[in-house]
């Protein structure tokens, strides 16, 4: 099983809050990336990293920020959330030669 | 049972049995293709991936098929069982260009015991 976690598994939150979604692996990986799933859909990325101070937008447009100031950390970060926020989160790492990407449990968003 | 993929997100098959999702994959040029299971709260675990010089891989339970004429994915699952029952999601890596995975829409397995 892949060592990669997320906190809080649960968000209930108010509309205008700023939240921050913890991403942490201890393998040792370059590459994290960030995904937004609906229930029963498909991954959407937002957002990914293949090392130290580096970081790109994914397909899907996003309001969230992101930073990568350890290899091992990848927060994720809203300003203002919105109920059009309300999702689930996951994050993923892979090796820097590796394509298969590990990810962990997620983070379930309700913006009210 | 056999699953058409966007067509027919959920497969319900019988414990025992032999399941196949489908999966139509979108850019030719991808070079290297994955199949996730998803079950209920938690992130997609891997279960198995082959490159695009394979037309085939087994594991456990498990094979995964690739034509890549017709730029299609199979999984297999020998003799499913409950534990099974998941949404499962083949995702592909195009060799230029985009350097992540792009995922499918998902299909959902439902076993029956």
């Known amino acids: 099983e892949a060592d990669i976690y997320q906190t809080p598994r649960y968000l209930v939150i108010g509309t205008g809050k700023k939240i921050t979604l913890e991403c942490s692996q201890t393998m040792g990986h370059d590459k994290m990336y960030w995904y937004q799933q609906d229930p029963g859909m498909e991954l959407h990325l937002i957002h990914y990293s293949y090392g130290v101070n580096s970081t790109e937008k994914g397909d899907l447009s996003s309001e969230s920020t992101v930073s990568r100031i350890r290899t091992e950390h990848f927060p994720l970060t809203l300003e203002s959330a919105r109920p059009s926020h309300t999702s689930q989160y996951l994050c993923?790492?892979?090796?820097?030669?590796?394509?298969?990407?590990?990810f962990g449990p997620g983070t379930r968003l309700l913006v009210l | 049972g056999e699953s058409v993929g966007l067509h027919l997100p959920t497969l319900s098959v019988q414990e025992g049995d032999n399941s196949i999702i489908n999966c139509a994959y979108s850019?030719?040029?991808?070079?290297?293709f994955i199949w996730y299971k998803q079950e209920s709260g938690k992130g997609p675990q891997f279960i198995i991936d082959i490159r695009s010089n394979m037309d085939k891989r087994q594991g456990q339970r498990v094979t995964v098929l690739l034509n890549k004429t017709v730029k299609h994915l199979s999984l297999q699952i020998a003799a499913t069982q409950p534990g099974d029952s998941a949404v499962y999601f083949c995702?592909?890596?195009?060799?230029?260009?985009?350097?992540?995975?792009?995922f499918g829409s998902g299909t959902r397995l439902q076993v029956q015991p």
């Open positions: 993923a790492s892979s090796e820097w030669g590796g394509e298969t990407q590990y």
């Open positions: 995702a592909e890596k195009w060799d230029t260009g985009r350097r992540a995975l792009t």
């Open positions: 850019n030719s040029a991808s070079d290297y």
